[in-house]
């Protein structure tokens, strides 16, 4: 497979499903870990997963900080056939996401409790919620490194490898719930235990491309260090932001839902925030799929194949949202007692909370894929504008003033509001380039 000279859709394709695939059966999993968790623990085991969801953000914007910022450059350079150039940006991004996940790993240790608290766990969820941080404890690093690896295998013409991986830890994720949960009566913390394992089978699978023979991913001696880290933090900070960005969003969110509501509503957003996760998550593999495609032929001077791949990816986007916005607005009640045995107030509150928030899944993939792609191809301001008018800036802004004008209802059109005029500001930027 030649990414310079193939036939552009069947190139695209060949990314793109594995990379959704892959990105729905993590998505998946994550869902299933809240589904099981609810119909166990009740609505506070949702509104306990619901308080450390804020983490899988955090995990997700470390990897991508480094990840995407290095395998862009990655691409790049193999576009420009620099082998010594991509192997440096692995080299280097590596060493940085490796340190700063001890950093990451060593704070969530010792301060969970007061992070939880932070994240909006009250006196009744924060021991539930503690529970489940015992055993994810133990696997931190395989969240950001592991997402992290994935991203360089892809690049490096395995994205059917990471699909597989993905696909293999989100089954054994998904039986290891069920079994661990129900089968033998751990609760929260067996869906906890499948958690990590899962991402454990992801991580070891992904190694298996270090030593095959397409494999040209290797580490090398560095002479520049700080400068290559400055230009793969520079590429990287968007998508890097855009992860960190809904981490803290779902905190406000989170503060604000305990402040003018109570708990119930809470766990009626922990549904909401983890399908609008998942959709996310989802719609990551439409930029995973045209990132190093984009990147290498803007390395080998082929614009026609680049703005081939970013009408591809658009319409992939588009239709993404369309569908993920109706199937969501049509079985709201279905979708609640899916992910718990609701109490009577939580199925006559759902229903209406869920379809005013749901309608922003119209938006939320071409507004990750805008950031993706502006990224790729090295603009990185207006990549960096997207990703902050997406994930945190208008949210952030409108969650304290929408309350204010037209009540606490409002807060639940926050993000319709948020993805339409992010979507709107980042079609421009797409257009003009």
């Known amino acids: 497979m030649n990414l310079q000279t193939d036939d552009i859709r069947r190139i695209y394709f060949k990314y793109l499903i594995p990379s959704l695939f892959g990105g729905l059966v993590m998505s998946v999993y994550s869902l299933v870990d809240m589904i099981v968790v609810g119909q166990y623990e009740g609505a506070a085991g949702t509104a306990a ?105 892809r690049n490096d013409g395995s994205p059917v490898l990471v699909g597989a991986a993905t696909v ?4 054994f994720n998904i039986f290891g719930d069920f079994f661990l949960t129900f089968t033998c009566n751990m609760g929260i913390e067996g869906a906890a235990i499948a958690t990590v394992c899962g991402q454990g089978l992801v991580f070891f699978i992904q190694l298996a491309h270090l030593f095959s023979r397409k494999n040209t991913i290797a580490f090398i001696r560095i002479t520049s260090f700080i400068k290559k880290s400055r230009e793969i933090v520079s590429v990287g900070v968007s998508s890097f932001l855009c992860s960190v960005g809904m981490g803290i969003l779902v905190v406000l969110f989170n503060n604000q839902i305990m402040h003018y509501f109570g708990s119930n509503e809470l766990a009626i957003y922990g549904v909401a925030g983890n399908l609008f ?63 718990m045995n609701a109490s009577v107030e939580i199925q006559e509150l759902a229903p209406g909370i869920l379809r005013r928030y749901f309608t922003c899944l119209l938006f939320v993939p071409f507004n990750i894929y805008a950031t993706y792609y502006l990224q790729a191809v090295k603009r990185v301001k207006k990549s960096l504008a997207v990703s ?46």
């Open 49 to 153: 997963l619901a308080c450390v969801s804020p983490l899988w953000a955090f995990f997700c914007c470390l990897s991508t900080l480094f990840g995407n910022g290095g395998a862009v450059l990655f691409s790049n350079a193999k576009g420009k056939g620099d082998v010594e150039e991509s192997r440096s940006a692995f080299t280097v991004s590596f060493v940085l996401v490796c340190s700063i996940t001890v950093i990451v790993w060593f704070i969530i240790a010792v301060f969970d409790k007061p992070l939880l608290r932070l994240f909006g766990a009250d006196a009744n969820l924060l021991p539930l919620a503690l529970r489940y941080m015992k055993w994810l404890k133990l696997g931190i690093p395989l969240w950001p490194i592991g997402y992290y690896l994935g991203m360089f295998v």
């Open 168 to 171: 293999c830890g989100g089954i």
């Open 277 to 339: 996760t998942l959709i996310q998550t989802f719609s990551y593999g439409i930029g995973n799929a045209a990132q190093p495609i984009v990147a290498e032929n803007m390395g080998a001077g082929n614009p026609e194949r680049v703005r081939q791949t970013r009408n591809l990816g658009c319409y992939a986007a588009a239709g993404i949202g369309f569908i993920s916005a109706a199937v969501t607005l049509c079985i709201p009640f279905q979708i609640v007692r899916l992910y």
């Open 388 to 433: 902050l008018l997406h994930s945190f800036l208008l949210g952030a802004v409108f969650l304290y003033l929408f309350p204010m004008i037209g009540g606490s209802a409002s807060i639940w059109y926050v993000m319709l509001f948020a993805e339409l005029i992010t979507a709107v500001i980042a079609s421009m930027m797409l257009r003009k380039f």
